[in-house]
């Protein structure tokens, strides 16, 4: 039982060591990338859901049409 815990804290220790040493490996995107990457997620979000929008408003003409006629 003793020796189990011991591994385990073993375990924890290695696991955070080798986390760290992969993070200084990381290229992190610098803050002009990362607004530049925002505004486009942003923009194309937009046009997107304007898309939807309006296929949204289209279908529903078509279906109050529809049941108009009947």
């Given at each position: 039982?003793?020796?189990?815990?011991?591994?385990?804290?073993?375990?924890?220790?290695?696991?955070?060591?080798?986390?760290?040493?992969?993070?200084?490996?990381?290229v992190?995107?610098?803050?002009?990338?990362?607004?530049?990457n925002?505004?486009?997620?942003?923009?194309?979000?937009?046009?997107?859901?304007?898309?939807?929008?309006?296929?949204?408003?289209?279908?529903?003409?078509?279906?109050?049409?529809?049941?108009?006629?009947?």
């Amino acid at each position: 039982m003793a020796e189990e815990k011991k591994t385990v804290k073993k375990d924890r220790g290695r696991w955070f060591r080798e986390m760290r040493s992969e993070l200084k490996k990381v290229v992190w995107p610098t803050p002009k990338k990362v607004a530049a990457n925002t505004g486009t997620v942003i923009l194309y979000s937009a046009i997107v859901g304007a898309c939807i929008w309006v296929f949204d408003g289209v279908a529903a003409l078509f279906i109050r049409t529809l049941l108009n006629l009947f």
